[in-house]
């Protein structure tokens, strides 16, 4: 049988990865990167640096284009199944019988991230590596607790916020913003941009006070790197 390991390689800091991350680099025979033709060269860097600290020699990584995601409905799912043909093929025709192939998946593989079920439609058999995720470095950063004593917290993307503030729950990790949808909300916001690499950017307070900081600090570094990650955590 050929198998593939999803292996979460944390949300930028190289210290990132677990043990069990570091043992399954070492376990993999070849390497797949499927790579977005807009991806940021940062991001392929630091893949690259894993690989260079924990795997000795010259690990086999086989590199192909990501294909692009369109919007629609029926452009998404065309997407998926271009992308379960793509691994498909690579498991197929990269890997011997008996031979584990590896995906790098950014921070945790569980938390917006595709791979997983572009890899189950590919019927291969799998393991996930948990990672530590942007989620866990950003409340770390800002030493809080992501929930309030017995309260509950939902993780969740900066198009949905959008539609409004979500039932039910007072604290909100929102990740996947590039509209700034905190603005406007009576609430304390934590966050956090390049979590774990040299340019990790940190603001909190209230959203009144500190939210065109934000929006400036983050445009600026927009400008200067070309890319930007952030998530925050929004509490009211
Ligand atoms: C496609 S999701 C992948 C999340 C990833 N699987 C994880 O566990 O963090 C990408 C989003 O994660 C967040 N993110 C990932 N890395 C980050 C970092 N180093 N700093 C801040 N936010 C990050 C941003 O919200 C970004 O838009």
Redesign the pocket.
Known sequence: VRKLLLIGIG??DPGWLTLEAVAALQAVDVFFALEKASEQDDLAGLRREVLARHVSGTPRVVSVEDPPRGRSAEAVAEWRRRRTELVAGLVRDELADGQTGGLL?????T???GMRDVVAACGVEYRIVP?I???S??AARHRIALNRVGGGVQITTGRRLADGWPDGVDDLVV???SSLAFMGFDADIYW??????PDELLISGRVADVGEEIARVRAEARTRKGWM???YLLRR
Do not use: H, R
């Not at 998946?105 to 593989?109: A, E, K, L, S, V």
């Not at 956090?192 to 690499?197: D, E, K, P, R």
């Open positions: 949300a930028g998946i950014w921070g945790d593989p938390l917006y991230d990672g995720s942007a989620v470095a950003l990740m996947l913003d956090g941009a390049y979590l774990g690499t990650f952030d998530t």
